[in-house]
């Protein structure tokens, strides 16, 4: 039953559709050469540093609300990722709809070409995801499309398909109807997706785990 419930998660990927490096800045610039300025009979030379993380461990706190929020941040760096490989899917699919005015046949037949290729790249992968993970997931790709996934499915399916997962869904108490709510329930879910987005969220992840997220391989064509 799990594994129904993993195939919602990736369909609506499928249907839909960090340590930064400090030496990541390769181009050339102007400051090959070190700056300098004349303090009376001194030279002194200056030169821009880029930010440094300090990283520190917080002691393990208890209690059930400190468990769920140690969940929900595990299970968001599990997720997230595949939530902006859903983003990006959505905006080649569409893009390549609208740009080759591609007719009801040709719509359906790229569509499922896609849908062919994703499933053997990501498959594999998302078959680890736990039941609470793709709940998450649900709610992380209604945010980045802008649309729930019912209506991800229903948009490059049809009603039937939709309805087919919706009901699958309902068995494993999740809807895949439900918006995303960054100010209500959803809000913590939001707090984390804003650090990550501030190159934060490693940050918070080591102080909680002591250790850093686990990557999640995602080829370089979805991002």
């Not at 821009?48 to 968001?76: I, T």
């Not at 329930?185 to 190159?199: H, S």
């Amino acid at each position: 039953m799990f594994r129904i419930f993993r195939t919602i998660s990736i369909s609506a990927i499928l249907l839909a559709m960090p340590l930064v490096s400090a030496l990541a800045a390769t181009q050339p610039r102007d400051s090959i050469y070190m700056h300098y300025v004349l303090e009376g009979a001194d030279t002194v030379f200056v030169d821009e540093l880029p930010p440094a993380k300090v990283y520190s461990k917080l002691p393990r706190q208890r209690g059930r609300e400190w468990r769920k929020y140690y969940r929900l941040v595990h299970n968001f760096s599990k997720t997230y990722p595949y939530a902006l490989a859903a983003r990006h899917l959505v905006h080649e699919v569409d893009s390549t709809i609208a740009a080759d005015r591609l007719k009801r046949g040709k719509r359906d037949r790229f569509i499922n070409e896609k849908q062919k290729e994703l499933f053997d790249d990501f498959e594999k992968p998302m078959r680890g995801l736990t039941v609470s993970q793709g709940a998450l997931l649900m709610k992380l790709i209604d945010r980045e499309i802008g649309k729930s996934s019912y209506f991800i499915i229903k948009d490059y399916k049809n009603g039937m398909a939709a309805g087919f997962w919706q009901g699958i869904a309902k068995i494993f108490g999740t809807d895949l109807k439900k918006p995303y709510d960054p100010d209500g329930e959803d809000r913590a879910v939001e707090e984390l997706v804003q650090l990550w987005e501030k190159g934060e969220f490693e940050v918070l992840y080591y102080s909680l785990f002591w250790k850093y997220p686990p990557e999640i391989e995602i080829p370089s064509k979805y991002r």
